[in-house]
């Protein structure tokens, strides 16, 4: 196939030299001789790892003179073993990265700025793409990587535990506009029985989880341009607050765990009533579920609806020896053609607008209906990269240990943000 290939594009450049044919669109230069790029994804089950080695075969069939090998890493430890390696100059020359951490690799000096050949290639269109993640992807006049996918969070619930209490099913409930913080606390409160060790919610203890309730109560974690603390608002204390009442005061949830631990573990056994996350859970729970489920939008809070619109680029390594062949291939990657293939395996929402590829996601089911997650698009807050500071230095040094404390009942959510806020304040670039 790639002999065949280069024997077209020789015929195409003689033909073009007599007059023959058009002048093709730009692109960046193709390797004169094969050349290796290295991807990584971060693969939650070999199912999907499978899907992403097929989709590198093919890509690397496609191109001329590209030989791409695929290098997935697992999700513990996923970004302290990506950072080591881009500091040494021995990580891959395409990563998927999550969205939050664009800011923090770019700063370092790390990554390829993609504009110039972006620039260059009468091909590609930026507009492709969603807005959201674009508009965090550019700074500076600078292009920091490609989307692969977006996420929006929603709520997954046991339709059984919620059918056997006999309450209004939640999807209805936001159809009808009553989805809000009261009648999804109403329902977390019926569906825990202590006889029975069921629980109404429960939830992973990260910044995407914490942070929603601080949206959702009319807050943010940052000011209005970045330089500052967030979570002194008053709608974030009141949102946090919110939160930690449902663990301490009502006591409708158990201590939350790790991401992908205990909370998610007693949901997927048919403990927990309501379990919020994004769309990468729901391979896990097609596989392991065994009662009915569905999505709904996340509850509305005095803040309005609110959500997270996660997302995560690839990114090129800035040390990449073979910077137009990684360009080649970060556009394969982000195609519709191969963005429907991910689709399909449920576990992401594509982030290249085509309609083929939006059709791939909403026709992998189940779940039944998946208009949670795309309406929740309509008036989600884009995943955050930190160009103001360090994302790790202030969210996860700082923000996180205190939330921990509000979790755990040693705080008030007042008294939490103002000690995070002291010691995040000075941290942030004005």
Same mark, same amino acid.
């Given at each position: 196939m790639k002999k065949l290939l280069v024997l077209l594009v020789i015929a195409a450049t003689l033909l073009t030299a007599c007059g023959g044919a058009a002048q093709p669109t730009t692109t960046p230069n193709q390797p004169a001789a094969e050349v290796t790029i290295r991807w990584r994804t971060r693969p939650d089950n070999q199912e999907e790892q499978n899907v992403y080695q097929k989709i590198s075969d093919e890509i690397d069939a496609k191109l001329a003179n590209v030989k791409l090998v695929y290098d997935p890493a697992p999700v513990q430890g996923y970004m302290d073993k990506? #950072? #080591?390696?881009?500091?040494a100059g021995t990580a891959p020359d395409i990563t998927w990265i999550p969205g939050a951490s664009t800011a923090d690799l770019a700063s370092k000096g790390v990554l390829l700025d993609l504009m110039p050949m972006a620039s $260059? %290639? &009468?091909?590609f269109k930026l507009t492709d793409y969603y807005d959201a *993640?674009? @508009?965090e992807l550019q700074h500076d006049g600078k292009l920091w990587g490609? *989307?692969? %996918?977006? &996420? #929006?969070?929603v709520i997954y619930y046991n339709m059984d535990l919620f $059918? @056997? $209490?006999g309450l209004p099913d939640p999807a209805e409930q936001a159809a009808k506009g009553e989805w809000n913080w009261d009648n999804f606390l109403k329902a977390a409160q019926a569906i825990r029985d202590e006889s029975a060790g069921t629980y109404g919610f429960s939830f992973s203890n990260w910044w =995407?989880?914490? =942070? /929603? /309730? @601080?949206? &959702? =109560? =009319?807050g943010s974690l940052f000011n209005a341009d970045r330089t500052a603390c967030g979570l002194d608002q008053p709608g974030s204390i009141t949102g946090l607050q919110f939160m930690s009442d449902l663990f301490n005061k009502y006591k409708v949830a158990p201590p939350p765990g790790a991401e992908g631990g205990v909370g998610e573990t007693d949901f997927l056994a048919g403990k927990v009533g309501m379990f919020p996350n994004g769309r990468w859970m729901t391979p896990g729970m097609r596989q392991n579920a065994k009662f009915n489920w569905g999505v709904v939008e996340m509850p509305e809070g005095p803040g309005g609806k609110k959500t997270w619109l996660f997302w995560g680029p690839y990114v090129v390594s800035g040390k990449t020896a073979n910077a137009d062949a990684a360009w080649q291939v970060i556009k394969e990657l982000t195609s519709p053609e191969v963005q429907a293939k991910v689709a399909a395996l449920g576990s992401n929402i594509p982030s290249n607008k085509a309609a083929s590829a939006k059709q791939a996601f909403l026709d992998s089911k189940p779940p039944a209906d998946n208009s949670a997650f795309i309406k929740g698009a309509d008036y989600a807050v884009a995943e955050i990269p930190l160009w103001t500071g360090n994302w790790g230095d202030i969210v996860d040094a700082i923000y996180q240990p205190n939330v921990d404390k509000l979790l755990n009942g040693k705080a008030t959510a007042e008294e939490i943000a103002k000690e995070a806020c002291a010691a995040a304040n000075p941290l942030f670039k004005k």
């Open positions: 990506l #950072t #080591t390696e881009l500091s $260059k %290639d &009468s091909a *993640p674009m @508009a490609l *989307p692969r %996918d977006i &996420s #929006t969070m $059918k @056997a $209490k =995407g989880l914490w =942070g /929603f /309730f @601080a949206y &959702s =109560g =009319g």
